[in-house]
T-cell receptor, first 113, second 113 residues
Framework: KAGVTQTPRYLIKTRGQQVTLSCSPI?????VSWYQQTPGQGLQFLFE???????NKGNFPGRFSGRQFSNSRSEMNVSTLELGDSALYLC????????????FGPGTRLTVL | AQSVTQLGSHVSVSEGALVLLRCNYS??????LFWYVQYPNQGLQLLLK??????LVKGINGFEAEFKKSETSFHLTKPSAHMSDAAEYFC???????????FGEGTQLTVNP
């Protein structure tokens, strides 16, 4: 089975721009979560989608949004980028709601200049 | 609110020595616990998980962890370190409310020849 894929792997943007990141979960997985990883704040939960519905949301401003499609693929969007948004954005998928572990993609490295 | 604390941001061992990475948690409900490993420029790989049942869990690459409720701990061990074990390790907790992982700060493991 193919793993979680994320595109693009690297991205450079300037302040004020917006960005969309994409995640394709493992086939059959219906839950997709997004995390932000930075040296200062570590790994922080952004949001989780299950069957196209946002089920959990972390403590991030409204500039961060996401969605999930009927095929379970997910996108996250960050509008009005700030320097502090520079981070590794990780997507993870799991088969269902049960906490059996999440499987992570390689991440998208976003740099905001 | 749940939390995870990893004691020691950096651990250094000699090749062939015991690896012990410490993790303590705080949770208002019985938690599900995980260890992940992250190699440079990669996503997180699930090493092992504790959900219910046996408190000693075995994972990939010879790692194991023991859930001790009385000590609120979930320490990761490996009897004999290998050079390829050098990476960052994260302990994570998930409560029964859904697929939202709370991570510790991470422990960077260095293996010396």
């Amino acid at each position: 089975k193919a793993g979680v894929t994320q595109t693009p792997r690297y991205l450079i943007k300037t302040r004020g721009q917006q960005v969309t990141l994409s995640c394709s979960p493992i086939s059959g997985h219906r839950s997709v979560s997004w995390y932000q990883q930075t040296p200062g704040q570590g790994l922080q939960f952004l949001f989780e989608y299950f069957s196209e519905t946002q089920r959990n949301k972390g403590n991030f401003p409204g500039r961060f949004s996401g969605r999930q499609f009927s095929n379970s693929r997910s996108e996250m969007n960050v509008s009005t980028l700030e320097l502090g948004d520079s981070a590794l954005y990780l997507c993870a998928s799991s088969p269902e709601a049960a906490p059996i572990g999440q499987y992570f993609g390689p991440g998208t490295r976003l740099t905001v200049l | 609110a749940q939390s995870v604390t990893q004691l020691g941001s950096h651990v250094s061992v000699s090749e062939g020595a015991l690896v012990l990475l410490r993790c303590n948690y705080s949770s208002s409900v019985p938690p599900y616990l995980f260890w992940y490993v992250q190699y440079p420029n990669q996503g997180l790989q699930l090493l092992l998980k504790y959900t219910t049942g046996a408190t000693l869990v075995k994972g990939i690459n010879g790692f194991e962890a023991e859930f001790k409720k009385s000590e609120t701990s979930f320490h990761l061990t490996k009897p004999s370190a290998h050079m390829s074990d050098a990476a960052e390790y994260f302990c994570a907790l998930e409560e029964t409310s859904g697929s939202r992982l709370t991570f510790g700060e991470g422990t960077q493991l260095t293996v010396n020849p």
